[in-house]
């Protein structure tokens, strides 16, 4: 069977974000290790584009983006620099009307050299976290998932699930991904759990991704005020979209 680009592109982000090894991921998936592998190799070297299907003579490109369309996604990733091709794409989208890919927006980007290599690494891992949970609420797990309603626009799903039942706790549809959206979710867990009454010392510890609301200073100075440790974006954390679509 044959994948489009997109397709392998969403096959390797279920595999790195998944909070099972690699081997069960592709098993449940029902893909060869070996096919992973070729199609991760050359996302490494380069990026989506690489993940296309080499065709022998050259193809008509039907779906060309306009000139002008192609000159607006330039100027909006040199007015915002910081946001990635998917992030990119979701704001031209959502901003301008018109939809653009991922890939598209990556392809474009690399031609322009306005793009590094992929920052996305598959590592050998253990199959849990190294601080292994014995109850709940000693650990939590945020993150955003994504939503696009025909006629209404892009909505976020912020979620907290804890790590020991893997329960999610508590839940916020969001018309952004600030870090008042996710104080907000996570006052909500506080309130459900029970982790704030006065006879409640420990607080669970936070783990997330590097996404800007996680790491924002007010976050931080929220997260201080209630006693609650955070971790985001290290080697040893898992990201966890996938196990809050499970749980």
Known sequence: MRYPAHEKLEIIRLVEGSHQPIKRTLELLGIPRSTFYVWY????EGGVEALEDRVSRPAKVWNRIPDEIRSQI????LDEPDLSPRELAVRFTDTKGYFVSEASVYRLLKAQDLITSPAYVVIKAADEFKDKTTKPNQQ?????????????GWFYLSTVLDDYSRYIIAWKLCSTMKAK??????QLALDVSGCEQPKILHRPRLLSDNGSSYISTDLAEWLEEKRMKHRSGTSSITTIIIAITRA
Do not use: P, R
Request: glycine residues 4%; aromatic residues 22%; negative net charge.
């Open 74 to 77: 330039i100027e909006m990733a």
């Open 140 to 152: 939590w797990q945020t993150d955003f998932t994504y939503f696009k309603i025909i006629g209404w």
């Open 41 to 44: 190799n050359c996302y490494l």
């Open 181 to 186: 959206d996710v104080t907000d979710t996570l």
